[in-house]
């Protein structure tokens, strides 16, 4: 069925036309007739120009469909094409388009219909800043069409919705500090047994068959005898991202505005604040685009730090050489063997991308199946007990054991109401209680909404190592 109607203003051209003509036959008046005659002229040159003329009715209806061409990284900007086919009889479309600004109104572009040359068709590209991650909806390309002079429009046609998986950003880091590692081959970190390596335990004689790299010379020069440096040989580490799933603790988002007039006062307000961005763009400071990531990340849940903290300890360290693996702490979903290259990294943000949370409970730790002398990064909220138990399981079977904490405890409390605050305190301070029983039992903790986790890995280490 054609979603093409006669709008009134065809009916009040002819309107006027059989007025004037009528009038003027009826009274004998031949220049009333002719008020009535540029109408006529405009009507019928309108008409005429319709290429389905003289059809009631065009026979195509429009129609838009939106593309992306490259994989989507979240923080990343991507370019939305959107076609507009059957514009054969279309003077001026309307058509909503992705919103970089995010306006309550949405963005909306008025174009000029095709041409002959065209074929019926026209191509829009609009580039999009995407921050979220997941399967998200990119865009819904809904139109409106007017025939010449608007004798025809088309109803509301909603566009097909373009839903793509958006990729966690993977920004590289700074490797972690790992403590030394029991196995492993050639890498970057300090392995427990003897070999090559960059790391001096003590020296030793020289004997028959000693590389000559290998002799402390400094010694021989005090000394006057030949020893050899004794070291720790380097090694890779194997890491296994174990992710906490069972809940999404969020902050707060103020709830959409209800009714015409308090949504018409949200959009000027936005329109204000869009002034004032392009005033700070203009000199030299932060606009639009920074305003509206900085309050996207103020949005961030448990779920999105551990999907983006996963995704950037896995691309950190599969680039400085490591073999990387994730499971899921609840055991619905297939685990990722460790690995390592760009195709292994792109499987585990694929991976994540999907993630949901997950309704089971927490499987014990002797169901996790973790490799001999893998390095465990326990990624969770420790909003319970049961990931501390787990955790303790876990050190108890013989793993070297990192516990990333992803609560945004500062964005919760920063966007909570006042009755909210009493119980954030209680829930906070058994937080606390756990981490200090966790970091009593040797097991390090950090926290991810602090930023830079290297450095605070590298002090928990020396901490440690200073209560021994």
Known sequence: ????????????????????????????????????????????????????????????????????????????????????????????????????????????????????????????????????????????????????????????????????????????????????????????????????????????????????????????ARLGKLYTRRTLSDADAELTLCLDLRTNLAPRVPPPPIGWVNRMAASLQETIQLLRDRRSERAGGPGTKERLDARER?????????????????????????????????????????GGGNRHLQRIRYELATMRVSPLRLTPAANWHLRPGAIVLLLSPLNDDDIVEAARAVRGRGHQLIVVDTLPRDEIVRAATAPQLDHLRVVNVQRELRIDHLKRHGIPVLHWADGHIETQLAAAIRLTRTRR
């Open 298 to 338: 103020a949005r961030y849940g448990s779920l999105d730090h551990t999907a983006r903290a996963a995704a950037a300890i896995a691309a950190t360290q599969i680039g400085a050489g490591d073999r990387v693996g994730m499971l899921s702490v609840t055991g619905d979903r297939r685990p990722i063997r460790s």
């Open 1 to 220: 069925m054609s979603t093409w109607f006669v709008t009134p203003a065809m009916y009040r051209a002819l309107a006027v036309i059989v007025f004037g003509v009528g009038l003027g036959l009826s009274v004998g008046r031949p220049d009333v007739v002719l008020l009535a005659a540029p109408i006529a002229v405009a009507l019928l040159a309108a008409l005429a120009g319709m290429r389905h003329w003289p059809k009631r009715r065009p026979v195509s209806d429009p129609h838009a469909d939106s593309e992306v061409g490259d994989a989507i990284v979240s923080g990343s900007r991507v370019r939305v094409r959107t076609t507009l086919t059957g514009l054969d009889d279309a003077e001026l479309v309307t058509v909503r388009l992705p919103d970089t600004t995010e306006r309550p109104t949405g963005l909306t572009k008025v174009i000029a219909g095709a041409d002959g040359a065209t074929g019926g068709s026209k191509v829009v590209d609009v580039d999009v800043d995407s921050r979220s991650w997941g399967t998200t909806r990119i865009a819904r390309p809904d139109l409106l069409a007017a025939g010449p002079d608007g004798l025809l429009a088309t109803a509301p046609v909603t566009g097909r919705e373009l839903v793509e998986l958006v990729l966690p950003a993977a920004p590289r880091q700074r490797p972690l500090p790992l403590p030394p590692i029991d196995g492993g081959w050639a890498g970057a970190h300090l392995s427990r047994r003897p070999g090559q390596g960059n790391d001096l335990v003590d020296l030793r004689d020289f004997v028959a068959g000693d590389r000559m790299r290998a002799v402390h010379w400094r010694a021989y």
